[in-house]
């Protein structure tokens, strides 16, 4: 059984920035694309960001480019998610997951992976 546990939520100012980290249980973490989500209540979880298992494919959501960089160390099991110049449009709760291989159903789509960390509240005030 894998698990998935993100830090480094908080509360912040506009502009400021934010740290994510996932660490993830498991040996095989290495061979997994990971992936960050967020949600906000009543809406669905929207992807963010996704890196592949050897970091050569990296994809962002259009809001978030050139703000938000996503990162992972495969010797220590962990994704991070470097987020700056936050707005207040980014507060949300922030998951990690890992890549259901093969799934078929495209990496935006949060059926392409099959374990979720707990989350991690993010909220930016104006």
């Known amino acids: 059984q894998v698990q998935l546990v993100e830090t480094g939520g908080g509360l912040v100012q506009a502009g400021d920035s934010l740290r994510l980290t996932c660490t993830s249980s498991?040996?095989?973490?290495?061979?997994?694309?990971m992936a960050w989500f967020r949600q906000t209540p009543g809406k669905e979880r929207e992807f963010v960001a996704r890196?592949?298992?050897?970091?050569?494919?990296?994809y962002y959501t259009d809001s978030v480019k050139g703000r938000f960089t996503i990162s992972r160390d495969n010797a220590k099991n962990t994704v991070f998610l470097q987020m700056d110049s936050l707005k207040p449009e980014d507060t949300a709760v922030y998951y990690c997951?890992?890549?259901?291989?093969?799934?078929?159903?495209?990496?935006?789509?949060?059926?392409?992976?099959?374990?979720w960390g707990q989350g991690t509240q993010v909220t930016v005030s104006s």
């Open positions: 498991g040996r095989t973490f290495s061979t997994f694309a």
């Open positions: 890196i592949s298992w050897n970091s050569v494919g990296i």
């Open positions: 997951a890992r890549d259901r291989p093969n799934s078929g159903l495209g990496y935006r789509s949060a059926t392409s992976y099959d374990y």
